[in-house]
């Protein structure tokens, strides 16, 4: 999963009334690249099917400050058979640490970069869909999608393309973003493929499409965003 984000000084502008609002991008693009440069808390709930057909839901709470970086994450539903409680990452500059609670075990390792939500990085070219009322707030949803590389390297001779679907949830009176919701089927399945050709290399690339096509991958993640550019309360795990 994922982590956790003090407000920059060049924030103070979005926040700060009287101080640069003017100059603010208020459009769809500025307000996804404010939001990767802001400290908020959120909620992510996954959802993927196992094998047996049932839905597993993994719901996670988390902090994020964004410079110099700290996340804070704990693992809230379900409390039990997950492979860790909670995680507290932290980078700036060259050095970074992870930090993670395991049962009653907590242990330390570095940290080579840090994780964004879904779409970061990736050039996406948002298309207004609706408006749609989130917990109460009008929101406009925009519409995006972006490919992702699966397979090639040192294991796998295929190389596949899957499709990521993406909508985010802008509240219409703050014009910040709320929720994203991404959905992961067509990555899932893909790396379905790549695996199943892994562990079988007689297969064909279409005997393991065929068989992938006969399991249902649906899986997709929901972010909702809280407290953005408020008074963020790290919590600091120690090892």
């Known amino acids: ?6 407000a920059m000084l060049c924030l ?11 100059e603010r991008d208020t459009g769809i693009e500025g307000i996804v690249d404010d939001f990767y440069k802001s400290d908020y808390e959120y909620q992510l709930t996954r959802k993927t ?26 693992v809230v539903e379900p409390q ?26 907590v242990t330390e390792q570095a940290l080579v970069k840090r994780e964004y939500p879904y779409g970061y990085g990736e050039n996406l070219k948002f298309v207004a869909d609706r408006e749609e009322t989130v917990d109460g707030v009008m929101c406009e949803v925009y519409k995006a999608e972006y490919t992702q ?12 393309e899957a499709v990521i679907s993406q909508e985010y949830y802008v509240d219409k009176e703050k014009k910040q973003l709320t929720m994203i919701y991404t959905d992961l089927e067509d990555l ?8 199943c050709m892994i562990g079988d290399s007689s297969l064909t690339l279409e005997t393991a499409q065929k068989r992938a096509d006969a399991e249902d991958y649906a899986a997709n993640e929901t972010l909702k965003i809280f407290n953005y550019n408020g008074e963020i309360e790290m919590t600091v795990l120690e090892p």
């Not at 039990?80 to 075990?105: A, I, P, Q």
């Open 188 to 195: 899932y399945r893909k790396n379905a493929i790549i695996n």
């Open 12 to 22: 103070a502008a979005i926040i700060i009334p009287g101080c640069g609002n003017s």
């Open 80 to 105: 039990e058979g997950t492979l860790w409680s909670e995680c507290y990452y932290t980078k700036k500059g060259l050095g970074g640490r992870l930090v993670m609670r395991t049962n009653d075990e």
């Open 1 to 6: 999963m994922k982590k956790i984000f003090t």
């Open 149 to 160: 590389t699966v397979g090639g390297g040192m294991r796998s001779k295929e190389t596949l």
């Open 49 to 74: 099917t196992g094998e047996n057909g049932d839905e597993i839901v993994v719901v996670y709470e988390g902090k994020v400050i964004d410079s110099p970086y700290e996340e804070y994450v704990k």
